[in-house]
């Protein structure tokens, strides 16, 4: 088994195959998953058997509130786009649940159909976007909370999913339940489950704002912190081909997935994975 380093953020794994991992493999995966955010694998030959079977040797499987589910495997969340569609899901940068109390420790895609061209996933890593930060920033954010929230995504309120895009009729669904739930907040700054290593917890979809903070000054810091996190540096391009697996972590990555195939079919299959409270 190979694991190369990947520009920006995360490493390709090759070498190896998810149906036949031996321990220590596993236990290599799992230290390239804590160390890099995001591990990616090809060639693959996963069933959603195999699929369910792989995320579950890794914590319990969350299943999504709001995407549609695969027919057959409710653990199995469909990420899909079809030709006539025009919006696609994950359109902008954003991490997994980090509106729960305990956001999902990470996901695990595999490519079903993709587009002759286009539909790539951008990542970035909040490891770095935190190691890059000034000092004064560093100090400026180090005991704040941040809120995050599903309802402006999720809700049936002006501008989500649900009012706004064509994802909004049988892809994402259950929008009364993202009106009911509970905004809640997490440091800005964490320290990492697994890695031990600092990462910037806000991101642009689900963070609303500061605790504590006046509204307009909350929206200035993190509109400051996005943009820092933004930054190219930070980022891979992770283009998929059949039999591409990723596997990211919600608490140390962001991830975007591109609209650029308009017309085209991509079909992905997506596992999130039960995660902690954190700190
Ligand atoms: C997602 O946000 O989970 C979807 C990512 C993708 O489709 O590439």
Same mark, same amino acid.
């Given at each position: 088994m190979q694991i190369e380093t990947l520009p920006g953020v995360g490493a390709e794994i090759t070498g190896v195959d998810l149906n036949k991992l031996t321990d220590a493999e596993f236990d290599a995966i799992r230290q390239a998953y804590a160390d890099h955010g995001v591990i990616f694998f090809r060639d693959q030959d996963l069933t959603e058997d195999d699929h369910i079977a792989f995320a579950e040797r890794w914590a319990p499987i969350n299943v999504n509130r709001f995407f549609a589910a695969h027919p057959d495997y409710p653990q199995i969340a469909m990420v899909a786009k079809e030709k006539e569609q025009k919006d696609n899901i994950g359109g902008g940068w954003h991490t997994d $649940?980090?509106?729960?109390? *305990?956001?999902?420790?990470g996901s695990i895609l595999v490519a079903r159909v993709l587009p002759e061209s286009g539909g790539d996933t951008m990542f970035a890593s909040m490891y770095r976007a935190y190691e890059t930060l000034d000092e004064a920033t560093r100090t400026e954010i180090e005991n704040l909370r941040a809120v995050h929230s599903a309802k402006h995504v999720? %809700?049936? %309120? *002006? @501008?989500?999913y649900y009012k706004t895009t064509d994802a909004g009729g049988n892809r994402i669904g259950n929008a009364a339940a993202a009106d009911v739930l509970t905004d809640v907040t997490h440091p800005v700054v964490i320290t990492h489950p697994l890695s031990g290593k600092k990462a910037l917890y806000v991101n642009p979809a689900f963070t609303v704002g500061i605790a504590g903070m006046d509204e307009e000054a909350g929206k200035e810091l993190l509109t400051r912190l996005f943009a820092h996190a933004m930054d190219k540096g930070n980022a891979y391009r992770f283009q998929w081909q059949p039999g591409s697996v990723a596997f990211w972590d919600n608490r140390s990555t962001w991830h975007w997935a591109l @609209?650029?195939? $308009?017309g085209h079919r991509r079909i992905m299959h997506r596992i999130t994975l039960d995660g902690c409270a954190l700190n």
């Open positions: $649940h980090s509106y729960d109390q *305990e956001p999902a420790m999720f %809700g049936t %309120g *002006e @501008n989500t @609209n650029d195939y $308009h």
